[in-house]
C-alpha cells in the first residue's frame, strides 16, 4: 500500500489485480519485481513494461508505462523508465511486467462509494471519450445483468464497440461479466472493506473476446 502526501493512498497495482483476478475479473499475467529481465520467465510477449511507486497516480504521464515490447527490448526500457520517472520526482520501487491484453476497444469502469446511497458505477468508453465527450453511465451497486445492459446501452458511443467503422465488435458479454463481477448482488464490492472508497479500472481492454482490466487503482481513506 503506498502514500502520498498531498495525493490519495491506494494499494499498489498488483495487488490490487490479484483482488480483481481473485473475484473472477480477468487481469493480464505479470510479476513485479526489481530486474524486469528475470520476470520474463513464463510470460509470454509482446510486454507491457510498468513503474511501481508509491506516489505515482497517472503512470504515463511520467514515463511509467512502455507498451509492445519484445523480451530484448525490456532491459533498455527499465532504464529508460527509472530515469524518467525519476526526474518527474518519483521513486521507482519495482517494475511490474505483464502480457499484452488485446484489443482494439478501451473502456473505463469505475465505483465510489458514496454515503447514504452506496457504490456508485460508472462505465464508460475509454480514452479520448471519456475524458473529452463524458460519454459515461451509472448505476448504483448491486446492479442486475438487465441494470448493466441497460448502462451500456446508454453510451451513445456503443456503436463503436459493435463493429462500427470497421473495427472489430466488442465482447460486450465478457463486459456484461465483468461489471457483475464487480458490482453484481455478492460481488468485489459488497466484500470491499469500508476504507476502500473508490475503485477504478481505467482501462479495460475489450476485443472479439474476453475483457481483461490492465489497470487498477484502489484509493483508500
Ligand atoms: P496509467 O497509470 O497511465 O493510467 P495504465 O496502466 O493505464 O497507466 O497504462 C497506460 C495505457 O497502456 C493503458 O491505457 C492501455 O492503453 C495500455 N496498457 C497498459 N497495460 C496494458 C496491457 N497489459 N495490455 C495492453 N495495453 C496495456
Ligand atoms: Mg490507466
Same mark, same amino acid.
Given at each position: ?6 495525493? &490519495?493512498?491506494?494499494?499498489?497495482? #498488483?495487488t ?5 483476478? @481473485? ?27 510498468? #513503474? ?9 504521464? =511520467?514515463?511509467?508505462? #512502455? ?8 532491459? %533498455?526500457? %527499465? ?5 524518467t520517472?525519476?526526474?518527474a ?13 488485446a +484489443?482494439?476497444?478501451? $473502456?473505463?469502469?469505475g =465505483? ?10 460508472? $462505465? +464508460? ?11 459515461v @453511465?451509472?448505476?448504483v451497486? *448491486? ?23 470497421g473495427?472489430? &465488435? =466488442?465482447?460486450l ?5 465483468? /461489471?457483475? @463481477?464487480? =458490482?453484481?448482488p ?6 470491499? *472493506? &469500508?476504507?476502500?472508497?473508490? /475503485?477504478?479500472?481505467?482501462? /479495460?481492454?475489450?476485443? @472479439?473476446?474476453? #475483457? ?10
Amino acid at each position: 500500500m503506498g502514500s502520498q502526501a498531498d495525493g &490519495p493512498r491506494m494499494i499498489d497495482e #498488483a495487488t490490487a489485480k490479484s483482488i480483481l483476478a @481473485a473475484a473472477g475479473i480477468d487481469v493480464p499475467a505479470g510479476r513485479t519485481g526489481d530486474d524486469p529481465e528475470l520476470l520474463l520467465a513464463d510470460l509470454t510477449g509482446p510486454f507491457v513494461l510498468k #513503474a511501481v511507486s508509491p506516489t505515482l497516480i497517472h503512470k504515463s504521464d =511520467a514515463g511509467g508505462v #512502455a507498451v509492445g515490447l519484445a523480451a530484448d527490448e525490456v532491459r %533498455a526500457a %527499465a532504464k529508460t523508465m527509472r530515469e524518467t520517472v525519476s526526474a518527474a520526482g518519483h521513486e521507482v520501487s519495482a517494475f511490474l511486467l505483464e502480457e499484452m491484453a488485446a +484489443g482494439p476497444h478501451e $473502456v473505463v469502469v469505475g =465505483a465510489v462509494r458514496n454515503p447514504g446511497v452506496g457504490w456508485v458505477v460508472m $462505465v +464508460g468508453l475509454g480514452g479520448v471519450f471519456v475524458e473529452v465527450l463524458q460519454d459515461v @453511465a451509472f448505476g448504483v451497486a *448491486p446492479l442486475v445483468r438487465p441494470q448493466i445492459v441497460e448502462m451500456i446501452d446508454e453510451l451513445r458511443g456503443l456503436p463503436l464497440l459493435q463493429g462500427a467503422r470497421g473495427s472489430e &465488435p =466488442a465482447d460486450l458479454d465478457a463486459l456484461v461479466g465483468l /461489471i457483475e @463481477a464487480l =458490482a453484481g448482488p455478492g460481488g468485489l464490492l459488497d466484500l470491499m *472493506p &469500508p476504507q476502500v472508497t473508490e /475503485i477504478d479500472l481505467n482501462p /479495460i481492454k475489450l476485443g @472479439a473476446r474476453g #475483457a481483461v482490466a490492465v489497470d487498477a487503482r484502489f484509493v483508500v481513506d
